[in-house]
């Protein structure tokens, strides 16, 4: 059985910073390409980071701020966001990627509050 597992979120000022975690069970990690979700009600869930075995990529409105990355040793997909705004609060989804067969896992979201 596959699990993806957030923590991390909570309420931060703007300016802040916070790290999100997704612990992954049931796949081959190392195998998946993973990635950083987020969406806000009413909006549609939009795309944060991915990182691949060599390459990461990241939303324009989150480059420079947020930094996405993997231990694959540990099973565990990370999100450094720093320089928060009001504008990231938003629950954040993990995401993992099979490529080869198009297989898709989400976890099911940590929250991300950014106020004064």
């Known amino acids: 059985q596959v699990q993806l597992v957030e923590s991390g979120g909570g309420l931060v000022q703007p300016g802040g910073s916070l790290t999100l975690s997704c612990a992954a069970s049931?796949?081959?990690?190392?195998?998946?390409?993973m990635g950083w979700y987020r969406q806000t009600s009413g909006k549609e869930r939009e795309l944060v980071a991915t990182?691949?075995?060599?390459?990461?990529t990241y939303a324009l409105s989150v480059k420079d701020r947020f930094t996405v990355s993997r231990d694959n040793a540990k099973n565990t997909l990370f999100l450094q966001m720093n320089s928060l705004k009001p504008e990231d609060t938003a629950v954040y989804f993990c995401?993992?990627?099979?490529?080869?067969?198009?297989?898709?896992?989400w976890g099911e979201g940590t929250l991300v509050t950014v106020s004064s």
């Open positions: 049931g796949i081959i990690f190392s195998f998946y390409d």
């Open positions: 990182i691949t075995s060599g390459r990461t």
């Open positions: 995401n993992a990627k099979f490529r080869p067969s198009g297989m898709n896992y």
